[in-house]
């Protein structure tokens, strides 16, 4: 609609064709400009994080804007999480030790547990995880409270503006001009601009992705219903369960299928349903895989096990260590190694499967689905294609497990960038960023544009999507600022002195 | 914190020069020990720097070991069990009388509370503590400089 209302303060079509924009230009569309050195775009977890370290370096609010159409940073985590069957009781992937509310990970989640529930438990299975116990993990409800608290503490309302970025364009002279769309009615003209030095972006998954055989199913049959994603609503698929006994389909093999089929089965156990799973695994693991006795990973029945989406060490050790130094062919070849589907190995989880089996109502099978129809009786019938030959699975409901992976392009900042701003693909399709996270080939003058996140999957450092990994561009984000005199580096004394008003629940002190 | 080979080696001398060096300095005096109390002193430093010269081997092997994992990391609980097999050839050298400085070895009830006590404090420091001056150590595998 861009085009339709143009009235002044809407992107004229010559701004819209000009990769760098001039301040006369932008004044001259009737668009609004405020100033911020820093800008950053999305507003969730990834813009938090280095809101926070920003802070804590000792950054004033009025040099900070968070533009974002979420009110709190943990909003589209907790709805994500929340559907995905992850309610606020309910334990997440990451270990102890990932606090986005607190930039040192000290004390972990397992040490506030443990004080506020007056209880050894945490402390105990930490120390004997993964050996004797599971990776122990924060529940939900604990991170967001965590969040809330720091979001306070650092003033982060202060430095949010709300409303939808349309797409950020280098600035002659230096900088950038991020164009913002308020919400409707709250502004007087439809965009306004933030001209900054520096730009972030965190705007985490391009969108949903449906599998090519379920979405042609969708469009087809208009049936939005019986087959669904599980990062949509979908709770009634559990309600019509509990009504009769049905099938299900759930597709995938990562941590959110593992999610989905333990509901499945809890509330089989705990209403008596009748409940018959069937779950396809595209690649069907039966044991320890890798290419070489020191790069096995675990895996059976389907699944590749490992406790969190990448082995330990890309956090801080040695595969950290060594992904920073590939590039191309040698970068993409690593990242199949050691990503791919995965899930961890709970305990919970194990018995459930089993007893699944065991009882003849969990069917895991290897395949994949060429075509989704509808049978006479209502039910779905999946045409299957696999290892073993060909087959047909009739279901009530199909519940696609396997992802937000859709193209960087689907976003509109995104696809702006690659084709006005320099920016360009990394071996996996996703934004190029540096070491240091800014995105390659977009500097302008002295300013510069940084990405964290999902966008930047595939880069020098394969975490990106985490709490932990989001903490880690932060701090690299920091201190490269500070290296550009932005701002000041945290070192030991400051650090200490901002951990002890962290413990305390003081605020941050701003740096003259 | 996920260690990398230098990192450990980084860590581990930083943390008995400082943490281990604390540990000793509170503990001599009551430690079950004879003679002047510079002479205990020293034999308790001598340790704690065998401890990590020796160290130096022994996250060598710890290196190669963690390479038979998947994930490349280190649970928090072997950085704490290692400390058995460490204080045990230690315990031997010095009964066979190898260590240099050192005549002899102290008692075995000194020794086991000495070492015993600065490695829980250094696995102790390392695993939380550490974190809060220096920000970026866990990330870059242990290493400080
Ligand atoms: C089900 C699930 C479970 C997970 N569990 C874990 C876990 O246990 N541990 C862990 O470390 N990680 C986990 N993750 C990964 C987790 O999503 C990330 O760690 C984190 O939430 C991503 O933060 P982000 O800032 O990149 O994205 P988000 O938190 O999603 O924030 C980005 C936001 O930017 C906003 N935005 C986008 N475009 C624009 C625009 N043009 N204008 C304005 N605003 C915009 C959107 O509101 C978007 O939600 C999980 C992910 C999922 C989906």
Not at chain 1, 293 to 301: L, M, N
Not at chain 1, 371 to 400: C, F, K, N, W
């Amino acid at each position: 609609m861009a085009h339709a209302s143009h009235g002044p303060g809407e992107l004229t079509g010559e701004l819209l064709a000009a990769p760098i924009w001039s301040d006369d230009l932008v004044e001259a569309a009737g668009i609004p400009v405020s100033d911020a050195p820093f800008v950053t775009v999305g507003g969730g977890i990834g813009s938090f994080v280095l809101v926070d370290y920003l802070r804590i370096a000792g950054v004033p609010t009025g040099q900070i804007r968070v533009l974002s159409n979420l009110d709190h940073p943990w909003e589209t985590y907790e709805y994500l999480t929340r559907v995905s069957q992850i309610p606020r009781p309910e334990r997440i992937r990451s270990d102890s030790a990932s606090r986005p509310d607190n930039i040192w990970g000290f004390p972990s989640y397992a040490v506030s547990e443990a004080w506020q529930s007056r209880t050894l438990r945490p402390l105990i299975q930490v120390f004997g995880e993964p050996i004797f116990s599971d990776y122990w993990t924060p529940r939900a409800g604990a991170v967001f409270a965590g969040l809330e608290r720091e979001s306070r503490r650092i003033n982060y309302p202060d430095m949010l503006v709300k409303g939808v970025v349309r797409l950020v364009r280098r600035r002659q002279g230096g900088g950038y001009f991020t164009i913002l769309t308020p919400p409707e009615g709250s502004t007087a003209t439809r965009r306004m601009a933030y001209r900054s030095r520096f730009v972030h972006l965190a705007v985490g998954y391009p969108g949903l992705r449906f599998l090519p055989d379920l979405r042609a199913f969708r469009e087809t049959y208009q049936d939005f219903s019986h087959v669904v994603n599980a990062y949509e609503p979908h709770e009634h698929v559990y309600e019509f369960l509990k009504t009769r006994p049905g099938t299900v389909v759930v597709r995938g093999g990562g941590i959110v299928a593992s999610r989905v089929l333990q509901r499945l089965m809890d509330d089989r156990e705990r209403y008596g349903l009748g409940t018959e799973i069937v779950q396809i695994f595209r690649t069907f693991v039966t044991g320890a895989h890798g290419p070489h006795p020191w790069a096995r990973r675990k895996g059976g029945d389907g699944w590749a096990y490992q406790g969190f989406n990448y082995p330990k060490s890309v956090w801080g050790g040695q595969l950290k260590a060594r992904m920073r130094r590939l590039d191309g062919e040698a970068r993409a070849q690593s990242y199949a190694e050691m990503g791919g589907t995965n899930t961890p190995w709970r305990r919970r989880w194990q018995q459930q499967m089993r007893a699944g089996r065991r009882g003849g109502w969990y069917h895991p099978v290897q395949g994949v689905v060429t075509r989704v129809e509808p049978r006479a009786d209502g039910m779905l019938v999946s045409q299957l294609t696999g290892d073993t030959g060909d087959r047909e699975i009739a279901a009530h409901y199909i519940i696609d497990c396997t992802g937000l992976e859709a193209d960087i392009t689907e976003h509109r900042v995104l696809a702006d960038l690659l084709a006005h701003g320099g920016a360009g693909r990394n071996p996996l399709g996703r934004l190029e960023v540096e070491r240091h996270f800014e995105i390659k080939g977009t500097a302008s003058g002295n300013g510069a544009l940084y990405a964290s996140g999902a966008t930047t999957l595939g880069g020098y450092f394969p975490g990106v999507d985490t709490f932990l990994g989001l903490q880690i561009a932060a701090q690299e984000i920091a201190d490269d600022l500070a290296r550009r005199s932005w701002c000041r580096r945290i070192g030991p004394v400051r650090s200490t002195a901002q951990w002890v008003r962290w413990m305390r629940g003081r605020g941050v002190e701003d740096e003259g | 914190m996920v260690p990398i080979l230098f990192g450990r080696i980084q860590t581990r001398i930083v943390l008995l020069a400082v943490v281990g060096s604390a540990v000793t300095a509170l503990l001599v005096p009551v430690l079950p020990l004879a003679g002047p109390l510079a002479e205990r002193y020293r034999g308790a430093f001598l340790v704690l720097a065998a401890v990590g010269v020796l160290g130096i081997g022994w996250e060598g092997l710890y290196h190669l070991l963690m390479q038979f994992r998947w994930e490349k990391d280190w649970p928090t609980l072997f950085g704490l069990l290692t400390v058995v097999p460490e204080a045990a050839l230690l315990w031997v050298l010095l009964d066979r009388d190898v260590v240099p400085g050192l005549a002899g070895r102290p008692p075995l009830a000194a020794y086991l509370l000495h070492v015993g006590l600065v490695w829980l404090a250094v696995w102790l420091v390392a695993n939380g503590p550490m974190r809060v001056p220096l920000l970026r150590w866990r990330f870059r595998g242990g290493r400080l400089i």
